[in-house]
């Protein structure tokens, strides 16, 4: 699997250092508030496993699956939910948990969507954005690294289902997906 990568972006230690200082800054604010962790299946999965072991406080867990991706590197910008979430979320504070912002659109729809069931409030939380690939206006809230404009899989992020069970996060080598 090493030789599918151009680089290795964030190693395991660096991702552990990074995760739980954002762990400790949501805990803080979040102290009193039993927020909703929204995580977007499947690539937030293992960034979430890992961030909400150092919140020690109240919370609760629940899961959206969407899709725009298929087995491309680009977003199609078309959103489908394949599982929405259990959680009656009016008046509940939300934290949104997402692998990667790479256009956006993934998100923007997820926030308009749960606008609608009228939230305390809603933040993001992400582990990578890639500012330059944005297509849409978004603040995103809690923020692990900004990244270039390049594919990286590892750390629960993947390309065609493959590599989400790596500790750390690489660039996929061009070649790989072109
Ligand atoms: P957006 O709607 O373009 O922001 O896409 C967001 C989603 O696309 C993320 O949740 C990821 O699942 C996927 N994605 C975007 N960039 C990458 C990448 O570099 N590697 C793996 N998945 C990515
Ligand atoms: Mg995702």
């Known amino acids: 699997m090493v030789n599918d990568f151009s680089e290795v972006l964030f190693k395991e230690s660096e991702i552990k250092k990074k995760v739980t200082e954002l762990g400790k800054i949501l805990k803080h604010d979040y102290l009193d508030k039993n927020p909703v962790m929204i995580c977007i299946l ?90 330059d690939a944005h297509k849409t206006e978004l603040k995103i809230d809690y923020l692990g690294f900004k990244i270039k404009n390049e594919f990286v899989v590892g750390y629960g992020l993947d390309y065609a289902e493959k590599y989400r069970n790596l500790p750390y996060i690489a660039v996929l080598k061009k070649e790989i997906y072109s």
Do not use: W
Not at 60 to 79: C, E, M, N, R
């Open 42 to 131: 499947k690539g937030g999965v293992v960034f979430l496993s890992d961030l909400i072991r150092s919140m020690d406080i109240p919370l609760q867990l629940d899961f959206f699956s969407v899709s725009s991706y298929g087995a491309s590197t680009k977003s199609s910008g078309v959103v489908k939910i394949r599982k929405d979430i259990d959680t009656d979320v009016t008046n509940r504070d939300l934290i949104i948990v997402e692998d990667i912002i790479d256009s956006g659109l993934t998100l923007e729809y997820i926030i308009n969507y749960l606008e609608n069931h009228n939230p305390a409030s809603i933040k993001i939380c992400a582990l990578l954005d890639k500012p």
